[in-house]
């Protein structure tokens, strides 16, 4: 399988409290994106921790895994060509402020913390995300 038709998508858990998780699930079918697997999970510290492991010195890393552990969270295989920077394209910048009109975070993202949804950056990282949910 060619990976880089592969990316991990989270729904975030303010996608969860805002009902937002079929509206969100609608548009990503619609923009042409396959749903390989997908399941629902509430983030352990421990775990999010570790799939954030990246940003662990930055001064945003200790709200943010508060965020991510703080309801359910969706993870989620996707499939579609050149599939990382497509979803990247289509959910926008991190920072609702500064996201494209009509992309996920400009239409639904409170702020650059609680933005709705995950979308991996590169394709080494996909395929980690990919393997720390699903372990495929
Ligand atoms: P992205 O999710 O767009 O790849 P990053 O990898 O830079 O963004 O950051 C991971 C997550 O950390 C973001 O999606 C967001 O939830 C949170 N975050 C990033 N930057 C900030 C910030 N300046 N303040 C608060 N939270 C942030
Ligand atoms: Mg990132």
Do not use: W
Not at 6 to 32: E, F, M, Q, S
């Amino acid at each position: 399988m060619n990976k880089s038709n592969y990316t991990l998508a989270i729904l975030k858990p303010d996608c969860y409290r805002k009902n937002l998780v079929g509206t969100i699930i609608d548009k990503i079918l619609n923009a042409g994106f396959i749903i390989k697997k997908m399941k629902m999970i509430h983030l352990a510290k421990e775990e999010a921790e570790k799939f954030y492991e990246v940003h662990k010195r930055k001064d945003f890393y200790i709200e943010l895994i508060k965020f991510m552990t703080s309801g359910p969270s969706f993870p989620m295989i996707l499939e579609k060509e050149n599939a990382i920077e497509t979803f990247r394209e289509f959910i926008g910048s991190t920072d609702p402020n500064k996201a494209a009109e009509g992309t996920i975070r400009k239409l639904y993202a409170d702020n650059v913390r609680q933005n709705i949804v995950h979308g991996s950056d590169t394709e080494i990282n996909a395929k980690r995300e990919i393997q720390f949910f699903f372990n495929s």
